[in-house]
């Protein structure tokens, strides 16, 4: 069984489309993540999701938007795609044990989905 | 803000040798986590190993170990008895209790001859 899984592993589209990518995790995880790894391999992080409220937004276009329907699922949605867009993205997983964002608690390991790559022509 | 260096772009080693990857990083906070994630080719990210910053011992699994210097902000990865299989991309990652988010370096390309 695949713990964390997203679909599409493998996405293009043209520039000004808009495009969804999925996340699932059967870990039994409270938080799940995106990450973007752009051409050069570096990785950062854009969104988090603690028990489907949101915890981190970093400097992201308002064009990414991400939803979490429940605990075990968080998608990103893209609308208006760019060519910067093209990168890998990663879904993660963790738990956290404690309150998100107390700075109290334990944080377990972050565990990853295979990536999707897409690329924006 | 948190920053992670790897200053090893590339390395290279020997089938069955001993080869060890740097990581430094900055950060005020006391209590975080560090890790070492591995890519390959298909790029798939894989935990190799985690250590927790309040733990003086240093973490190992199997071949791969860490040495930890909390005072000088330094977290290498050794790994031993060095296998074609461990080519990949090694990412060092900081994360503390508060922001719960992973910070990455720049990553370091190891090259495994037979």
């Known amino acids: 069984d695949t713990a964390v899984s997203q679909t599409p592993k493998y996405l293009v589209t043209q520039m000004g489309n808009d495009k969804s990518i999925k996340c699932e995790q059967n870990?039994?995880?409270?938080?799940m993540y995106w990450y973007k790894q752009d051409s050069k391999k570096f990785l950062k992080i854009m969104f988090s999701?603690?028990?489907?409220?949101?915890?981190i937004n970093e400097t992201v276009p308002n064009r990414f938007s991400p939803k979490s329907p429940d605990k075990a699922h968080l998608n990103l949605h893209i609308n208006s795609l760019e060519l910067g867009d093209s990168a890998v993205y990663f879904c993660?997983?963790?738990?956290?044990?404690?309150?998100?964002?107390?700075?109290?608690?334990?944080?377990?390991?972050?565990?990853f989905g295979p990536g999707t790559r897409l690329t924006v022509l | 803000a948190q920053t992670v260096t790897q200053s090893q772009p590339e390395m290279s080693v020997q089938e069955a040798e001993t080869v060890t990857l740097s990581c430094t990083y900055d950060?005020?906070?006391?209590?975080?986590?560090l890790f070492w994630y591995k890519q390959p080719p298909s790029r798939q990210m894989i935990l190799v190993i985690r250590?927790?910053?309040?733990?003086?011992q240093n973490a190992t699994e199997n071949r791969f170990s860490v040495n930890f210097q909390k005072a000088a902000k330094s977290f290498s990865l050794k790994i031993s008895d060095s296998q074609l299989g461990d080519a990949a991309m090694y990412f060092c990652?900081?994360?503390?209790?508060?922001?719960?988010?992973?910070?990455f370096g720049s990553g370091t390309r190891l090259q495994v001859q037979p």
């Open positions: 993660a997983s963790s738990q956290i044990l404690g309150q998100a964002g107390s700075g109290r608690g334990t944080t377990d390991t972050q565990y």
């Open positions: 870990l039994g995880h409270d938080t």
């Open positions: 999701y603690n028990n489907k409220e949101l915890i």
């Open positions: 950060t005020s906070e006391s209590d975080y986590y």
């Open positions: 250590q927790e910053a309040y733990k003086q």
């Open positions: 990652a900081y994360m503390d209790t508060g922001r719960r988010a992973l910070t």
